[in-house]
C-alpha cells in the first residue's frame, strides 16, 4: 500500500496538483492538516483532496476558518486570509472543514499522525531536539508524521540509545521505519519555509515500511497572481516564491 503524505496545503492548488502528479499511483492520501490558510484556492484544493481515499486531520487554520480557534493566536496576515476563506467556502466545503475532528489519529501499521505535536497537537511547533524528544516520549507508536512548521525534518530515537539524532531529509532516497522511535515532518505544500519554494511531500510505502521525501517544483507565479487578484497582504504572496 503506498500512501501519500501531504501537509500544510494551505490553499494552494497549483502546488497541490504538481504533488499530486508527481507522486505517480498512490491508494490513499494521508493529510497532516492545514488544508486552507493562506492561499486562494481553498474550495478547490478541498474539491481535490475529495476526490482520494483520504485521511485529513485539522490543522490550526482549519479550526479558526471553521469557528474553533481564537483568531488572536495568528498574525494579521494570516487573520485577514481566515476571513476571506471563511466567506469563499460553499457551504458544502465549510461543512467538511468542520467534520474535521482530529488533530491527531494512531493509524494501524504503528504510525501516528498529528498537525503540531502530541503535546499541543493543533499548536506546537517541533523545531528542536528538545521539544522532539518530549514528544517522541509521548508517542504511543514507533512513527509519528507530523506538520505545522512547514520544515522538513526526521528526529529519530534509536531503540538502544537515549540520544536524539536529527536528520536532513534527503529527496528520493527512502528510508526505512524501523523500530527506532521517529517524528518526521514531511514540509509543506503550499507553502515551504526552508528556503526552498518547491512544494515537498512524502510517501509511505507500507509494505516495505519505508519513507521516501519528495520535492517538485510548480507554477509559483500562478498562484500569485490569484492571491493578487483577491488582494492578500503583499508579504504572504512574496515569500512563495522564496520558499520563506
Ligand atoms: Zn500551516
Redesign the pocket.
Known amino acids: 500500500m503506498r500512501i501519500l503524505v501531504t ?2 496545503i ?1 490553499a494552494n492548488l497549483a502546488a497541490l496538483d504538481a504533488v499530486l502528479k508527481d507522486a505517480g499511483s498512490f491508494d490513499q492520501v494521508w493529510c497532516l ?2 488544508t486552507v ?2 492561499g486562494p484556492e481553498p474550495n478547490e484544493c478541498i474539491n481535490r483532496l475529495r476526490e482520494f481515499d483520504l485521511i485529513c486531520l485539522a ?3 482549519d479550526l479558526a476558518v471553521a469557528g474553533k480557534a481564537a483568531l488572536w493566536d495568528f498574525t494579521q496576515d494570516a487573520q485577514e486570509v481566515i476571513f476571506w476563506t471563511r466567506h469563499w467556502l460553499t457551504s458544502n466545503n465549510l461543512d467538511w472543514l468542520n467534520s474535521l475532528t482530529n488533530t491527531s489519529l494512531v493509524m494501524d501499521h504503528g504510525i501516528t499522525l498529528v ?1 503540531g505535536s502530541l503535546r499541543d497537537p493543533a499548536w506546537e511547533y517541533i523545531t528542536d531536539n528538545n521539544a522532539a524528544k518530549i514528544n517522541l516520549d509521548l508517542i504511543t507508536t514507533p512513527i509519528c508524521l507530523n ?4 520544515f522538513p525534518a526526521i528526529y529519530r530515537k534509536p531503540w538502544d540509545d537515549w540520544r536524539i539524532l536529527e536528520e536532513q531529509p534527503q529527496v528520493n532516497s527512502p528510508i526505512r521505519l524501523t523500530l527506532d522511535r521517529m517524528l518526521i515532518n514531511p514540509g ?1 505544500v ?2 515551504p519555509r526552508d528556503e526552498d519554494p518547491r512544494a515537498a511531500y512524502a510517501i509511505v510505502d507500507i509494505d516495505a515500511m519505508t519513507y521516501t521525501f519528495r520535492r517538485v517544483q510548480y507554477d509559483v507565479s500562478s498562484t500569485q497572481k490569484l492571491m493578487k487578484q483577491a488582494n492578500f497582504p503583499s508579504r504572504l504572496i512574496r515569500r512563495l516564491r522564496f520558499g520563506q
Open positions: 501537509s500544510d494551505h492538516g492545514d490558510g493562506y490543522g490550526n487554520h498537525h506538520g505545522h512548521t512547514h509543506s503550499g507553502q
